[in-house]
């Protein structure tokens, strides 16, 4: 989600491909499809949780910054101060995150093992061959 643009999340699966042997698999937990503003304008509240013995912490997803790209935003509040930090992330879907692994010789392998967790988790296998990725690759 910190990498904003296509080239950079290639080369992610790049490196990812450069350190696997053959064969070897990687799990990827991103963040669920449709969990983005799309559906409303402006703020868009996401949760609350309690600190614990520190205070609450909200957290907010403001409207699209940019083609893809989106800023979260916290907003804590604790006895002694509030604070507010902020990212902006790109929600990639699954179909992206399944070209970049493949231009990098990875492929998709379905999920052996049951998965609990909220979230977006994909499996991906590096090719049995060997595979050179040069490092200037996009």
């Known amino acids: 989600a910190h990498l904003h643009t296509t080239k950079a999340l290639r080369r992610l699966f790049a490196a990812v491909r450069r350190v696997l042997a053959p064969g070897g698999q990687v799990v990827l937990h991103g ?5 983005g503003v799309a559906e409303g304008r402006g703020l ?4 609350s949780f309690e600190l614990t013995d520190t ?3 909200d957290w907010f997803e403001s409207r699209t910054v940019s083609e893809g790209l989106e800023r979260l935003s916290w907003y ?20 992206d995150y399944v070209r970049a692994a493949t231009y990098a010789g990875l492929s998709q ?3 052996s ?3 609990s967790v909220d979230g977006l988790m ?3 296998e590096a090719d049995t061959t060997e595979h050179a990725v040069t490092a200037n690759q996009p």
């Open 31 to 35: 963040f669920p499809e449709g969990s």
């Open 44 to 47: 868009v509240h996401r949760a």
């Open 55 to 57: 205070g609450q912490c």
């Open 76 to 95: 804590v509040q604790t006895p002694d101060t509030d604070y507010t930090f902020s990212l902006v992330m790109r929600l990639w879907n699954r179909r």
């Open 109 to 111: 392998v379905e999920m």
């Open 113 to 115: 093992f049951p998965v």
């Open 122 to 124: 994909l499996r991906f």
